[in-house]
C-alpha cells in the first residue's frame, strides 16, 4: 500500500508564495510520474502540473510562468513552488501519483488528502 502526504497550504495575500510538499511512502518498486491537481468551488478538478520519472514537466496554461514542479526521487517526494499567487489560484490541492508497488505487476494511480490553498485579494 502506498500514501501521499501531503503538506504546505495555507493563506496567503496577492503575490505571495507558497511551496508545497508530498511525500510518498509504502511499498514503492518505481514512481514513474507525479503531479498536483486543484479543484476550486464549483470547479472539476484539473490538472496543475506534472513531472516524470525523467524529470519532463507539463503545466496548465494558467499557471506556467509562476508555478515550478520539482522532485527529490530518492525521498520520492514531488514539490510545487507557486509563486505571484492570484485568488484563482485557490483551491485544495491534491497530490497525485502513477506508483508500481513491490507486490504489483502494473502501475495504479494513487491521491494524497489535499491541502488548502487560499488566496486572498
Known amino acids: 500500500q502506498v500514501q501521499l502526504v501531503e503538506s504546505g497550504g495555507g493563506l496567503v495575500q496577492a503575490g505571495g508564495s507558497l511551496r508545497l510538499s508530498c511525500a510518498a511512502s509504502g511499498n514503492i518498486f518505481s514512481i514513474k510520474a507525479m503531479g498536483w491537481y486543484r479543484q476550486a468551488p464549483g470547479k472539476q478538478r484539473e490538472l496543475v502540473a506534472a513531472i516524470t520519472s525523467g524529470d519532463t514537466t507539463t503545466y496548465t496554461d494558467s499557471v506556467k510562468g509562476r508555478f515550478t514542479i520539482s522532485r527529490d526521487n530518492a525521498k520520492n517526494t514531488v514539490y510545487l513552488q507557486m509563486n505571484s499567487l492570484k485568488p484563482e489560484d485557490t483551491a485544495v490541492y491534491y497530490c497525485?501519483?502513477?506508483?508500481?508497488?513491490?507486490?504489483?505487476?502494473?502501475?495504479?494511480?494513487?491521491w494524497g488528502q489535499g491541502t488548502q490553498v487560499t488566496v486572498s485579494s
Open positions: 497525485n501519483a502513477d506508483i508500481r508497488t513491490t507486490i504489483g505487476v502494473f502501475s495504479n494511480t494513487y
